[in-house]
Structures are given as C-alpha cells and as structure tokens.
C-alpha cells in the first residue's frame, strides 16, 4: 500500500486557500459528503455523490487534497484485497479551517493559559503562571528557530529580520518603522486582550521577551508601548 504524504493543517494564508478552493459547489458537496462517510471513499462514490463523471470528480478530489483539506491512498474498499490496482481512496485530514481578518490566534492564547494552570506552583498567583507559560513558549521557539537555522550571532537589524517572520506567522502584522524598531500593529488576541488587558499585555510581552532570548538576538528590547487598535508590544534597540 502506498500513501500521499498527509498536508499540514491549513494556517494563515492557507486557510483563505483552503476556503477559496470550497467554493465549487461539486467540490464542496463531495466534501462534505466524504466528511459524513466516517471512512475512505473512493473516485466512484464521490462522483455519484454529486452526479458528475468519475473523471470530473477526480480534477475536484485533486484540489482538495492540494488544499490540504482530504488525504489520498490507495486501498480497496472495506480492506479486501483484490487483483490488480488498488483504487484511490479519500477521507478528511485533521485539519481545522478559521479564517479571521486581521488574524486571531485564540488557540494559541487558551493553550498558554491551560499550560499555566496545569504547572501553576504553590505560592504562584495565575498572572505569575501566565506570565511563565508565555515567556517559557517563546524562549523555546526562539532556541528551536535558532537550532534549525543556525544564524551566528545575531545583531540587532537581522535579528530584527528573523523576529519579524516569526511575528508575520502568529498574526501580530509587525511592521519595521526603522531598521532597529519594529512595531506589531495587531494583537492576535484582540478583543479578548480588552476583558484582561493587563495580562494579556504582559504575556504578549513575555513571549516576545522569551522569544528574543531563545533566539539569541543582541542589542534588542521587546517593550510594552501600548497604542490603541494595536498591539501592546514594541521592539527596539537596548537602552545602555
């Protein structure tokens, strides 16, 4: 048996992707009706789903897998083997389509915060906790980005450069006002950051500041500078 490598779960501008490719109406209907079956369908039974030829609904499963939004094998149906060439199979992936503009990454704000409260210390309030999850998950992406890359030393222009991909991916839309400050014009946890936005504030800090220390970056300052409609974080150069 032989299988497509599974796509990764559709993010960011991949997820705008993903929903443009739904707009088919075939396209969508067999994928909807391949979500419901709760096991591979075959080329066939996608293209009598719809009422279109086999070879139609082949172009349309093609898309979607490209999209990410179905995997593809070859597998005979209920497990039986039979002679000759396995047909090609479909079923969803795991992946999780939310488009948001500007984006929004509550997911990733509910993970830090369920990470605090499950490694909270005694005597630790759950600001404190936050805080640590936040600033713990930058500093591990920041030395995980460093590991793979292995930049050399890193002065405060091009870390700026490496930072600002980082930010551009987890939504904080960072914009590079000079080549040595950089200022995040979104919060991705917007409007949630209003109900606590001292919290929020201070972990959008702290997993900057962690981030910059895992990444090893000299000569830069992750600040709190709040502007309204935007994020509360800035970065710029190291007061001596």
Avoid: W
Wanted: hydrophobic content about 35%; proline content about 7%.
């Amino acid at each position: 048996m032989t299988s497509d490598a599974t796509p990764q779960p559709p993010v960011g501008d991949a997820a705008i992707e993903s929903v443009s490719v739904l707009g088919e109406d075939s396209r969508r209907q067999m994928f909807a009706f391949i979500r419901r079956q709760r096991r591979p369908v075959t080329r066939d039974e996608a293209a009598a789903s719809v009422g279109i030829s086999r070879k139609l609904a082949a172009f349309h499963l093609d898309k979607l897998v490209d999209a990410g939004l179905l995997r593809a094998r070859y597998e005979s149906p209920g497990g039986i083997r039979k002679v000759g060439r396995q047909p090609k199979v479909y079923e969803p992936t795991d992946s999780h389509i939310h488009v948001s503009i500007p984006d929004r990454r509550h997911e990733l704000l509910a993970d830090l915060l369920l990470e605090a409260v499950l490694t909270e210390d005694d005597g630790e309030s759950a600001a404190e906790a936050a805080l640590r999850s936040a600033h713990r998950r930058g500093r591990e992406l920041g030395a995980g980005e460093r590991e793979q890359t292995r930049p050399g030393r890193l002065g405060a222009e091009r870390g700026l450069s490496v930072c600002e991909r980082m930010l551009d991916q987890h939504g904080f839309e960072p914009v590079r006002e000079t080549p040595t400050q950089l200022r995040l014009r979104n919060c991705p946890f917007h409007p949630l950051a209003a109900k606590a936005p001292e919290l929020v504030c201070g972990m959008n800090h702290a997993f900057v500041t962690g981030y910059l220390e895992g990444l090893k970056v000299n000569g830069v300052t992750a600040t709190l500078a709040p502007r309204p409609g935007e994020c509360c974080v800035q970065l710029g150069p190291t007061k001596g």
